[in-house]
């Protein structure tokens, strides 16, 4: 075993939900250690905060803290940064100069330009920038990204993607809600980029195909609000044809991610509510149940099949990836980036130009 | 009991599947005879068939049955035309001339300006014209549309169906196959009419929204496919928004049909993998699997909750409720009818339009 | 086609639950006719019933009735007996005098002494005796049972059969539940005669191993209930060991069947929630989700795999094997007959016994 | 937040697997610290297995660590215990001596006598000794217990348990294998001690109740197998009735739990394959989905409700206890004990001697 990774956060005191959960999958695998934090911009709650997690150094400002901690023998290594999209790049571009890895929650930026701005730090920098795209951590998700580019399918044809909440349907209330319903902190995409994203994003991890034109429909249905809450999409990935579903309004869904993909020779379904399963079919023969540690399966497993695992552990192996690419310096194939950071954004921003212009095909 | 009501046959000559299946239905509840049948436009395989079902009356050619039958104190109360498609107008017109009752197969015809022809002679005669929506017979479907109309869901903002096959994934082969693939035969529309109208008329029946508009990219993945095997459409609905796939090509999926709601104070999610089920869930309570038979339905049932019925029981609602049309006269709210099957052809021709014109918004 | 089978019936007037659905089960495969009833021992609600139906000859006394209908050269050809248990033997008796096929209702008697009664004048008689054990009628039970039979499972270790419903867990209300907790009327058993009949012979037909001794715990639980309604049992099957749970208690279960196999080799499940589905696993493999209809399946199917058949359907397969057996002369392996009754009889009588003294093992 | 347990682990060199969960589950909420282990018995394996983990101290013996531990200013506080079934007795005696407390992986020991030597020093101890029975971890399992001691299902009278594996369907292999079919490491008992306790401590856990007799029939398919490998369990519970079925050889199912129980006046059903989830049905009403973190919930959550939690979180609940148990001095309620772990072996003893009587109910 390599020592700890030194880890900052920025963004994450008492109260906030990913911050926790960045923490937790820092640790699972054992691979960071959480040494400093600006864990808010009030000073004093940052304070609080940091004592409350037993951090060595704690920050009010996160320029501060990139430069101090560049400056110390033992200062940290990696910096996850978990404040709302509004505030990640410029964080992110205080890290990065310093030559501190940056491993960012999601989406990437508020708005495409920022996106971009990033995209150039980072693609410049030497310090790794790493995208918490969660679903892609997944080890069933990850074992289908790998079926399909076995060629299994066949030539893909179709590339079918939910992801459906319910927990905004009503005028939102509380800490999470708040500032995702409001573009000044969300940026302009509300339900399309909070978790549009996410979707946008396994369709293109597990297909391996891009995103290449989009035709949306973007709706507020709560009185008020100044973001979307659901969209409705119609994607066109090379020669496949797709449909992308994103909803924070619909009862009953608490956080549905669902995936289904079809190529010439077989067909490919996973599900949130069962992450531990892919439903495999070739055509002609029987739907098989592949698990993750059973038959065939290739991936990480922490515990054996039959024990499952979940919403932590696929964040941990996010971790674990950026771990090795820390350790390495060398990417993961399987760990999301500053590209798919961007073609996030371009798929928001896409998404907005074509509801904008009543559902007009437009391109990334 | 009343007397059985005594019906005949246009089309489900031997090796037919729907043919058997409307005798099924038909049979089940014990409220049809089938005593007269052109079971096939082939003289000699009409006279075969009808044999093998010791039909009384066997006629090779629908106008001299519908005429033949009209003048018998015994003939035929009423007729199922269970023909491919472009066969549907033809023999509707005949019997509803006649003064017979017509229950029709779906989609109701193989072009819009056939749906407009039939839907002024149906609405001009005294004879009911049925159309066979199966999806409408089960009885967890029509628990959904009850608990909508109720205003248990609120005003509805989402609309989600599905309808998912893959028996066509490859160049197809064999009768069912063959017609549904022709446009001689299918109409213009291939997976958007054979599935399709399935699904859009689900979504309207539970929903109780008419579709007002529509934004599809049809597309027809099997090399020289002459009509779409895969349909994206967004939706329309009033007020609220939805999503529409129908797929004849997704390897794993051998018919998948499922439907979510969402409105402001509930959800509804039925899916034809489990027909019996209905999760329901209000805001902010836990969801409540509702069940054929169990508390609160208020359905029909012919056997008790936990003994499964199915697609033939479905189908078999369909014509208890015709025996009920014919019996009393009135058509009971539930039961598709021709305005039904008109709406389903104005979203065919609608769904082909707009994908012609790139996706741009068609109305209805 | 051959000409229908003229079919009689014994009990199911009015109300009753199971003669409707015998009714329906003659009538969906179109072999059988009803053409005679006594469906009540009351002569006044048999006539009424017999009417409604609209049979052609209505009986007060079934003696009188297996008279004169053998005497007829129409007269009926099988008979279906669906009285309470304790009003099976006599009229089987009867018919079986008369040469009139009987298809019987589970379980085959009241008591043991009935069911070896039975057994002796069916045995000796040219007329076939049929028991509607309806789960070995489920076309995946089937499939289940000649994967079995094929060898696939290796040899069988483990049986785990249950059959879990709630509607008697109160004090028993209504027709259905009246002579079900009456032992003049049920027999000595309960659950255990009526549902654990059916799991035990599951439990058999599939796995192909009789019961050879059995360990039970039955108890009433239900103030004041003379029967039992809730079985736990052992079981010893050749050198395979299993478990049976039938209970008419459970809340939450409203007719759960499910068993599961494991042999030396490969695995089974079956649940009466998913009846079209049979999850096979070969040690090492993926599980498989066979269907009807689907690939390897080599059952009957009235309709294509993704349209649900159920209860009515199984039930149907037992009166059109039935049908086969009448026409042919030659009992269909799959099709349950007294030798099944019997069976039944001597594992409820065996269960009680061990009950009695306290879960010893007893031989059946 | 209290400053971090310092934890020592006995057992969990490398390649072991349980040793690996217990430190995922002690770094999760970050309650404790692990910085001792006398990893293995072969020194140079226990050095370089420390090594791995960075560890500030290693021991190759248990006793010395105990000891050397308790004498140190910032020795360890509490240790783990993760070497098989035969290795549990000597080091929790030598940790409890010492007076540090005590967290041991299930069965708490090999044979009853040593449980019952355990118990006595244990409850003699003021060291805190805790059992990880990881299913009382899951927070739906713990929602199921809360539920039933709400009163909300009524007088219990059914208790069905299951846990099934297929893992040791032939002759073992492997390091985890071995030791659990050799009954001097094992214990007398196979599956009945490995997953047998887990099914009963389930099964007492939820419902409350004791299991007071039991009624067993062990079996070991595997040739050769020195332990039972499947074990089928009636049990009584006070009033109650109750069945348990371990095996770790039925193909197909890789590690599956599930309970049921049936009150008077409502059922709960839960399994491991969904462990998120927790079926809830009153007598008379539809069927509930309780969720972790949904409505009602009043347990513990680390992410939202939506975002799966499993095993390892289990476990780690588990953990959480223990370090709220060592900081207050308190055990909490639902914290699997000592007596726990003696009820655990009462059951193997009682279940092995009612095997060899021939399934002769045996009290515990």
Chains 1, 2, 3, 4 share one sequence.
């Not at 430069?67 to 023998?73: D, I």
């Not at 060629?151 to 992801?163: E, F, S």
Request: a negative charge; glycine letters at 10%; hydrophobic letters at 45%.
């Amino acid at each position: 075993m390599s020592a700890r990774i030194r880890l900052g956060m920025v963004g994450g005191g008492q109260g906030a939900f990913i911050g926790a959960v960045h923490r937790m999958a820092a640790r699972l695998d054992d691979r960071f250690e959480l040494v400093a934090g600006a864990l808010s911009s009030d000073p004093e709650r940052a304070e609080t905060s940091a004592r409350a997690l037993g951090l060595a150094r704690s920050y009010s400002d996160f320029n501060d803290m990139a430069l101090a901690e560049a400056a110390r023998e033992d200062g940290i290594q990696a910096v996850a940064i978990v404040t709302p999209n509004h505030m990640h790049l410029a964080p992110a571009k205080a890290f990065l100069a310093a030559g501190i890895h940056v491993i960012c929650d999601k989406p990437m930026t508020a708005t495409l330009a920022q996106a971009e701005e990033l995209t150039a730090i980072a693609q410049a920098s030497d310090a790794k920038f790493i995208l918490t795209h969660t679903y892609a951590g997944y080890p069933m998700v990850r074992e289908a990204r790998r079926i399909v580019a076995s060629g299994a399918l066949g030539k893909i044809r179709v590339v079918n993607v939910n992801y459906v909440q319910d927990w905004l349907a009503t005028p939102a209330a509380g800490k999470q809600a708040d500032w995702r319903v409001d573009p000044a902190k969300s940026g302009e995409g509300g339900a399309i980029a909070d978790i549009g994203t996410h979707a946008a994003h396994l369709a293109r991890y597990v297909s391996g195909l891009p995103i290449d034109t989009v035709a949306a429909d973007l709706q507020s249905f709560v009185d008020g609000r100044a973001v979307d809450d659901n969209a409705h999409v119609m994607l066109r990935m090379g020669d496949a044809r797709g449909m992308l579903w994103a909803s924070q309004v619909t009862p009953g869904f608490v956080n549905e991610v669902s995936l289904r993909i079809g190529g010439e020779d077989a067909g490919l379904e996973w599900s949130h509510l069962r992450p531990e399963e892919l439903r495999f079919t070739r055509l002609g023969e029987p739907s098989q149940i592949l698990t993750r540690g059973g038959p065939f399966f290739e991936g990480n497993a922490r515990v054996p099949g039959g024990h499952p695992e979940g919403y932590i552990e696929a964040f941990a192996q996010l971790y674990s990836d950026a771990a090795d690419a820390i350790t390495s310096g060398d990417m993961p194939a399987d760990l999301p980036d500053v590209q798919d950071g961007l073609d996030g954004m371009r798929f928001v921003a896409a998404c907005i130009a074509s509801s904008r212009a009543d559902g007009a095909w437009t391109a990334l």
